[in-house]
């Protein structure tokens, strides 16, 4: 007589396969949500993981950036706008020879205003980075070395090189911001 076996068996090994199954979605799941951060994001992936030593935590984060900003209304600039702020920038620009840190000081305000007409909110400036880094992620840590530079010019703390260096730093933000080239720089 052949021996029969419990059905709890079965079920046993079908609960077992399913949660097997369920782990590996889990993980792949979490994988594919990764290498989509680490796309979106970019440079400032790698920055907020090593600040924060948890890759989890990091990956929570930059997805709640994401979710807020999709609540802004970013828009692009009309063409008159566009034209204005490129002027503005080529002016700001021409300042730099001789009043460098009046220039640094412009090109920061500049890009705040680019900002604000985009639609993104001016809080302090750490939400102002992170408010960029999902749309901007390869320009944002430009902005924090150009404020920073302009943060230690008003405690006249640089010298002319780290002035151009900023004025470098909001330039690329800039015309990521316009979404132009390097045509400001004529």
């Known amino acids: 007589m052949p021996a029969t076996i419990p059905i709890a068996?079965?079920?046993i090994g079908a609960i077992v396969v399913i949660a097997i199954i369920v782990a590996i979605a889990a993980v792949s799941s979490k994988r594919a949500n990764s290498a989509r951060l680490q796309r979106r994001f970019g440079p400032e992936y790698d920055r907020v993981v090593h600040g924060s030593g948890d890759r989890t935590a990091a990956e929570r984060e930059l997805a709640a950036r994401e979710a807020r900003v999709?609540?802004?209304?970013i828009e692009e600039l009309p063409a008159g706008a566009r034209d204005r702020y490129l002027e503005e920038w080529r002016t700001v620009q021409s300042r730099f020879v001789d009043e460098p840190q009046a220039a640094v000081s412009g090109a920061d305000r500049l890009v705040e205003n680019v900002m604000r007409d985009r639609g993104y909110p001016m809080e302090e400036f750490d939400q102002r980075?992170?408010?960029?880094?999902?749309?901007?992620p390869a320009v944002v840590d430009n902005y924090r070395a150009a404020h920073g530079i302009a943060a230690r010019t008003e405690r006249g703390e640089v010298g002319t090189e780290d002035l151009r260096q900023a004025m470098v730093h909001y330039r690329a933000l800039f015309n990521d911001?316009?979404?132009?080239?390097?045509?400001?720089?004529?």
């Open 9 to 11: 068996y079965y079920v």
């Open 70 to 73: 999709r609540k802004f209304h």
């Open 129 to 136: 980075v992170a408010d960029l880094s999902p749309d901007h």
């Open 177 to 186: 911001l316009l979404g132009t080239s390097e045509r400001t720089s004529s």
